[in-house]
């Protein structure tokens, strides 16, 4: 059954993301205006080539005509000589062609993001609750909605693996199954940190998404990695800790679970 408290989570996150949208392509638009003339870097590039052996000495800037008849001021760096100034203004004529390029390409993706969401939006019903359910999955994943404390829910499994949020505000994913684990295992950054646990018991790959976590933090994931482990039923569960620094083992205490804020399934 979808709630209130679902639908108005969904449209406030939708808004969010559209908000999000609209400001991305006002920035791009404005970085694409502030972009150096292409065409202007690459003419003085040439020029300063065809006229280099008229051009003596080191200077400030010359002045030369252009394929119109006009004369063109072009700044130069006096340390360096006519080709090497050329061969400046060629670089920045590429890595602004490049720069413009990719901008361009973001921007146009943007508004077609923008173009979708709005559709999106215009489409929503409240009243569909597998309608808000994969809405709702679809904004958590872009980060439109952020849930620090999530409740059980009978919205359909999501395709990622459980998340929690601790009281740092740090991601910690739990895999689901086999999987699961070996994904988070293999795609997880090097510097976050690992949890399984301990003493070959069997349970669940846990990835803190964080580099230098909290005391508590480190506590409160090794908790979840006991709780989604066979030993959940145990006094004590031995949880391994790695990183790239050496090896730890964390101890976690299963009645401290009610101290997690945690997304159940």
């Known amino acids: 059954m979808t709630t209130t408290t679902d639908v108005d989570l969904v449209q406030t996150g939708l808004a969010h993301l559209i908000h999000h949208t609209r400001k991305q392509i006002e920035s791009l638009t404005k970085a694409l205006d502030h972009l150096p003339d292409v065409s202007d870097l690459q003419l003085k590039g040439t020029l300063l080539k065809t006229y280099a052996s008229q051009i003596e000495g080191h200077h400030h800037f010359v002045e030369l005509p252009d394929y119109q ?14 080709i090497e100034n050329a061969e400046d203004y060629f670089h920045h004529y590429h890595k ?7 901008v361009q390409q973001n921007l146009a993706t943007a508004k077609t993001e923008l173009y979708q969401q709005l559709a999106t939006q215009a489409a929503f019903d409240p009243n569909d609750p597998q309608a808000v359910a994969a809405l709702k999955q679809t904004l958590i994943a872009a980060g439109a ?15 990622h693996p459980r ?11 739990v895999g689901k199954n086999s999987r699961q684990n070996d994904h988070l295992t ?3 950054r090097k510097d976050y940190y690992w949890m399984h646990a301990g003493g ?8 803190i998404h964080s580099n230098h976590p909290s005391e508590q933090t480190l506590q409160e994931a090794a908790v ?14 031995p949880v391994d800790v790695l990183t790239v620094v050496p090896d ?8 401290d679970q009610e101290d997690i804020h945690h997304d159940a399934d």
């Open 200 to 207: 070959e018991i069997p349970g669940s790959h846990v990835v």
């Open 163 to 173: 998340r929690f949020y601790t009281h740092d505000h740090v991601l910690v994913e």
């Open 248 to 255: 730890a083992t964390l101890a976690a205490e299963l009645r």
């Open 224 to 237: 979840l990695t006991a709780y989604y482990s066979k030993g959940r039923q145990m006094n004590r569960v």
């Open 69 to 82: 008849g006009h004369q063109l001021s072009i700044k130069l760096d006096i340390k360096k000589s006519i």
């Open 186 to 188: 293999l795609t997880a």
């Open 145 to 159: 909605i952020h849930t620090h404390v999530l409740h059980s829910s009978k919205a359909p499994t999501p395709a």
């Open 96 to 102: 602004s062609k490049r720069g413009q390029a990719t």
